[in-house]
């Protein structure tokens, strides 16, 4: 039997990581959006997604407003970015739900869809991140990039330094999308 997104986001919550079956498309994942509800990855089926692991106090911050950028340029061409807050790398991430959404709009001007705070390595690595790090890697810190084709398969990684402004990133948008 197919795994649904609800018992996917009940697993991650009650399985350790190594006994979770990982997800086979990004499309399978349901989990928790800022404001608690629960969101299946389902919804962004013919989109092409930049998964990012973000934090407030890191000096990766400012590609805030780089991922804000490209959410603008190109959503109407069909790119969705989904950010995953992340407290792992240096507590950078301390604030509540409330803080994070405040910090995003406030400084930011952040529109495109943030999620629970969640684990992307180690023993209780979140689904999504078991799934996007199974052929690509764990992050080595905040802001590490993944991108997703409209089938739900992961095609590139970027790390941190890759800013959302930078030609490989944006090349690999661009193919991604046609």
Known sequence: MRATPVFV???????PAAERKVPMSLHEIALPALDGKPQSLATYKGKVVLAVNVASECGFTPQYAGLQKLYTDYKDRGLVILGFPCNQFGAQEPGTAAQIETFCQTNYGVTFPLFEKLDVKGPHQAPVYQFLTAKHG????????YLVGKDG????AFP?????DS???RVAI????K
């Open 174 to 177: 661009e193919s991604a999308l």
């Open 9 to 15: 986001l009940l697993a991650a919550l009650i399985l």
């Open 160 to 164: 941190s330094k890759v800013a959302p």
């Open 167 to 169: 030609p490989e990133l």
């Open 138 to 145: 764990e992050p080595a810190w905040n802001f590490h990039k």
């Open 153 to 156: 398969q992961v095609i590139a």
